[in-house]
């Protein structure tokens, strides 16, 4: 027996690593379909569960129990510090999105997340696309995200929040939130990155951009005259703030000893390889956003949007993400910690408050 099986086989739901008092955990198949899917519920107190469903070809079901329960949690608190009043909850799919995926898995995954009377509400995540959703709007109400509930794509509100989170930095580090003449290494030219840059660039700030993919460069060259670098170099350059727009764990014990930015403000999620990576960046006097309180303006979008309605709300809640910056840097200069634990410590405390009201 290998290593990977003997832990399945001795430990429980109950002892995994990433448990965390998760309120219901489920664990689905359907027959029919092939659907083989774990829900995961962490914390209601401030409303039901929201939270994206994934599709991914994870090699084992404790991998995927393991991102189920991960990303659950980091939804509580990212709907929390949003000011939102939702859970947080995740579902994961374990299929290939691109071979596997078929509109009856889909729907049969939407039965059971109306057999879980709205204590969950799903939406897309990697490996979903609106399609899809809209398949398992076919099957329950507890859903947003589709042409019928919602705004559409989130990916520019995601991008409003994160040049307000980047207005409050740059106002922390430098005392003024102008972009006039500042530098900014974009890494990342997809949906947000490009909104970002344009962002960036209508604030009167330089560009220097990134993107593995060539087309995406040439065109924010040609939109906004902007610089390039090497996507693997976008870390280093000279400029006064690094904004990570394309995928995880850019910052790491290779990359943060070599940031020159004063600040590190983007979308990306997962920014931080490990804590110890945020400890290293305030060390080295580099201010960083963190990663789910900057780039919340999209499940604020997915949140709040009700069919019919315009979005002064869901703007007025994403501008705000610049305010909980703010704060959450000056918090962290009082107490001499990371801009991180501050965040995780204000989304404790909404879920504290809620829990006496
Ligand atoms: P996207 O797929 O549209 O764009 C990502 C871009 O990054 C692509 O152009 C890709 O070519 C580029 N890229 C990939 N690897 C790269 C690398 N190593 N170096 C440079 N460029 C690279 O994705 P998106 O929707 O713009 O999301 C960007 C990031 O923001 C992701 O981490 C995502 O999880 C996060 N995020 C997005 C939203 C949203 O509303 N779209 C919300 C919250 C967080």
Redesign the pocket.
């Known amino acids: 027996m290998n290593a990977l099986h003997s832990t399945i086989r001795h430990s429980t739901v109950f002892d995994h690593p990433e448990m965390d008092n998760h309120e219901n955990v489920v664990f689905v198949r359907d027959r029919d379909t092939g659907l083989s899917a774990i829900i995961a519920v962490h914390d209601t107190t401030l409303g039901p569960a929201l939270g994206g469903c994934r599709v991914w070809p994870y090699g084992n079901p404790y991998d995927a129990l393991t991102d189920a329960l991960r990303l659950s949690r980091g939804m509580t608190y990212k709907n929390a510090l949003a000011g939102l009043d939702l859970g947080g909850g995740k579902a994961v799919i374990i299929a290939d999105p691109r071979k596997d995926k078929t509109a009856g898995m889909m729907e049969a995954f939407g039965r059971h997340v109306d057999r879980l009377s709205g204590t969950y509400i799903t939406a897309e995540d990697v490996g979903v696309s609106p399609q899809d959703m809209e398949a398992v709007a076919r099957q329950t109400n507890h859903v947003r995200g589709t042409s019928a509930t919602g705004l559409g794509d989130?990916?520019p509100y995601?991008a409003l929040g994160v040049f307000e989170g980047i207005r409050a930095a740059v106002r922390h580090v430098f005392g003024s939130d102008s972009l006039e003449g500042r530098t900014a290494s974009v890494?990342?030219?997809?949906?947000?990155?490009f909104d970002v840059a344009r962002m960036l660039h209508e604030a009167g700030a330089r560009l220097i951009v990134?993107?593995?993919?060539a087309p995406?460069v040439l065109r924010t060259v040609e939109a906004f005259g902007a610089a390039t670098a090497d996507?693997a170099q976008?870390h280093m350059v000279e400029a006064d703030l690094f904004v990570p727009?394309?995928?995880?764990a850019g910052l790491n014990a290779g990359t943060v000893p070599q940031i020159r930015a004063r600040i590190v403000a983007g979308?990306?999620?997962n920014q931080l390889q490990t804590p110890g990576d945020g400890v290293a960046l305030k060390q080295r006097g580099i201010l960083y956003a963190p990663d789910y309180a900057i780039?919340a303006g999209?499940v604020i979008s997915i949140a709040l949007a009700t069919p019919g309605s315009n979005d002064a709300l869901v703007r007025e809640k994403t501008v705000a993400i610049g305010d909980t910056l703010a704060a959450i840097f000056e918090r962290a200069a009082q107490q001499e910690t990371t801009p991180e634990s501050i965040a995780d410590a204000m989304a404790e405390e909404r879920l504290a408050q809620s829990g006496k009201d």
Request: aromatic share 0%; proline share 8%; with cysteine.
């Open positions: 989130p990916s995601t890494q990342g030219l997809g949906h947000v990155g990134s993107d593995i993919h995406a996507p976008a727009c394309a995928l995880g979308a990306a999620n780039n999209g």
